[in-house]
Every structure is written in structure tokens, then in C-alpha cells.
């Protein structure tokens, strides 16, 4: 059965290796509830503490202070082998002498099971790992990707009841990692297991998760679904490191309106009249054209990118924008020096609070 994971008020801090008597904060006051069976990533830049945590849930890092719950057991003083728990490492760490089959039923010979149930649990992984064919290789007859389902059905043949990813997919390519995150989502989906997956990349998290934990110096900036943290960025941080993303400076009119650059723009949110805010637009959210719109600019880069174009511009009396426009093999390209009117969707502007 899957196990809900508590991480409540959890600190790492180590001593400062420039500084003695000085620490360092790897993780401070983390707080995170993962349901049972939910796939939640922990997303940030290298450096910003999620490793660390992860290697806490794990049990490979004591905490400093704070808890760490599977259901209502306390993880903290539990050795990292009697956790109910699996992780799969960047490296793969698969071993070069043993065959795929003997590799994925390593940890089920070292519990001392039935040769029946280990062949049982074998057939049944190989099988939806789509290894099978292959149980009888060696390690360095198989291309990265299949190194990578060897050493993910190592750690599901155990039947944990929490999975653990530390950034599986980054030694491989682009379009085998591309493959492998699909497979990875719809096992854990089928399987059920609650999963903690740690990434730096932003489309990996987007593509995978329920839910994205951003992390940033040792802190959570912000937990949602990729919708949310995408298009409703509680930071500047969360703004930037997802996605790509133009600031704008506006001032709330009324209740209802703020001003963007001289443009009124309907707003919700609690507002006092005159207070400056930060507003974000996602490059994909401006619709250019030569024909009139809010803000006229001059095309300062134009760039094809296949799918859609990517411009910046500079917008009158406002700065340079990002604009990502679509189909631009149908559309045409606006060359550098275009003068051109900038139009953005309303529905995308979110102020940062």
C-alpha cells in the first residue's frame, strides 16, 4: 500500500567548511504532507537543499531538528534499509557483473525469500518494466535508458511503500530523457506508489508531477500543481526559474484595476489605491501584430525556433518583453526593426504578492 509522507519543520544544517563555528543551512523549516500514491517533485537550482532533503527522507542525512512521518510512524532514528522506502540514484549504481535479472533481484536475495516468490516478483516487474527480453544481459549491453528501467525495477521489485528519484534521467539525452519521464510518470501512476522525485529541470517537473515543491537557498518558495506554480508564481524566484518571464510595474487604480504601463488591466485581488505592484507575463501570453494593439515596439531580436518564434521586443516608454509567438512557419517572422503593437492576454497578468 502506498504511505503518506509527513516532513514537518525539517532543518539540515552543517558546519560552514570556510568559516569555523559558523553553519550552513542545507534545509531550513521545511514543511511538506505527500498523499498517498502522489507523485510530488522537489524543483530548484543546484544547491537549493532538495537532494539534501530527499537523502533525509531517505535516511541517509540525519535532520537537524524536525520530523519525518511515513503515515504515523516517526522516520527520524529508522535505519535507511528498514524504512519501507527505494531510491534510485542518478548514477544508476547497477552492478557491471551481474545480468538484468540477477540485478533487479538483488535486494529480494538479500531478504532470504523463496526462490518462488523472488522468480514470482521477478517476472511480474521485468514484465512491466519491459525488460523481459532482456533479463539474461549484462549492464553494458544495454543503452542508457534501459540501465535506467534496470534500476528502477530493482527498487520497485522491493514493493516499497515510498519511492525516491535523485534526478534519474540527467545522464541520458534529450529524447531518451524525454522517453524515459513518460515511462517513469505511467509506472508510478499504475503501480500507485508515492513517489518524491528530485529535479532541476523545470520541464521534467512539469511534465511528471502532482504537485511541485519549488525550493530555493534551503526553502520552500512555493508548493502547487505545475499549473499553479506556472501560472501563479508566489515569488519572483518561482517566476523566473519556471518558464521564462517578463516583470511589469503597475499601480492599482481602484478595487478592481490596475494600470500597466499607462493600460488598465482588471485585478481581484486585496489592493489599496496607489500601491506599486510586480506584475508577471509569460512570454507565450503576447499576441504581436502590425495592424494595432496596446503597446506599440520595436522587433529588437527575432529567433525561429521551429515551433514558434521568439522575439524580443521593446515596448515604448516600458522596456524589453519576451514574446513567444506560434506557428510562425504559417504566420511569418517580424524581422529586427519591425515596428509592431504588443497585446497581452489579461487573463495571464499575476501579480506577484
Request: charged share 20%; proline share 6%; glycine share 8%.
Amino acid at each position: 500500500m502506498a504511505e503518506a509522507v509527513h516532513i514537518r519543520n525539517l532543518v539540515k544544517r552543517f558546519d560552514s567548511p570556510d568559516s569555523p563555528g559558523q553553519s550552513v543551512f542545507a534545509v531550513r523549516s521545511a514543511n511538506l504532507e505527500v498523499k498517498p500514491g502522489e507523485l510530488v517533485t522537489l524543483l530548484g537550482p543546484s544547491g537549493c537543499g532538495k537532494t539534501t532533503l530527499l537523502r533525509m527522507v531517505a535516511g541517509f542525512e540525519e535532520p537537524t531538528s524536525g520530523d519525518i512521518l511515513f503515515g504515523d510512524r516517526r522516520m527520524n532514528e529508522v535505519a535507511p534499509n528498514r524504512r519501507d522506502a527505494a531510491m534510485v540514484f542518478q548514477s544508476y549504481a547497477i552492478f557491471p557483473h551481474l545480468s538484468v535479472y540477477e540485478n533487479v533481484v538483488f535486494g529480494l536475495r538479500l531478504k532470504k525469500l523463496s526462490a518462488d516468490e523472488i522468480k514470482k516478483r521477478a517476472d511480474r516487474v521485468l514484465a512491466i518494466s519491459g525488460l523481459t527480453h532482456m533479463a539474461t544481459r549484462s549492464p553494458n549491453q544495454l543503452s542508457g535508458g534501459q540501465q535506467q528501467r534496470v534500476a528502477l525495477a530493482r527498487a520497485i521489485i522491493m514493493e516499497p511503500r515510498v519511492l525516491l528519484f535523485d534526478e534519474p534521467l540527467s545522464n541520458l539525452d534529450a529524447k531518451l530523457r524525454d522517453q524515459m519521464r513518460v515511462e517513469i510518470r505511467e509506472l508510478q501512476q499504475r503501480l500507485g506508489i508515492t513517489t518524491l522525485y528530485v529535479t532541476h529541470d523545470q520541464i521534467e517537473a512539469m511534465s511528471i508531477s502532482d504537485r511541485i515543491v519549488v525550493m530555493n537557498s534551503g526553502v520552500i518558495e512555493q508548493i502547487g500543481t505545475p499549473r499553479e506554480v506556472y501560472a501563479h508564481p508566489a515569488t519572483r524566484f518561482v517566476a523566473e526559474f519556471i518558464g521564462k518571464a517578463n516583470f511589469l510595474n503597475a499601480t492599482v487604480r481602484d478595487g478592481q484595476t490596475i494600470d500597466v504601463a499607462g493600460v488598465p488591466v482588471p485585478y481581484v485581488n486585496q489592493a489599496n489605491a496607489g500601491d506599486q505592484l510586480t506584475v508577471v507575463l509569460r512570454p507565450e501570453a503576447i499576441a504581436l501584430s502590425d495592424q494595432g494593439g496596446d503597446f506599440p515596439a520595436t522587433v529588437k531580436r527575432a529567433m525561429f525556433l521551429g515551433n514558434i518564434a521568439e522575439y524580443l521586443i521593446e515596448v515604448d516608454g516600458v522596456g524589453e518583453w519576451l514574446v513567444d509567438s506560434p506557428n510562425p512557419g504559417e504566420s511569418g517572422l517580424f524581422q529586427p526593426g519591425s515596428r509592431v503593437f504588443a497585446t497581452p492576454s489579461r487573463a495571464a497578468l499575476h501579480a506577484l504578492s
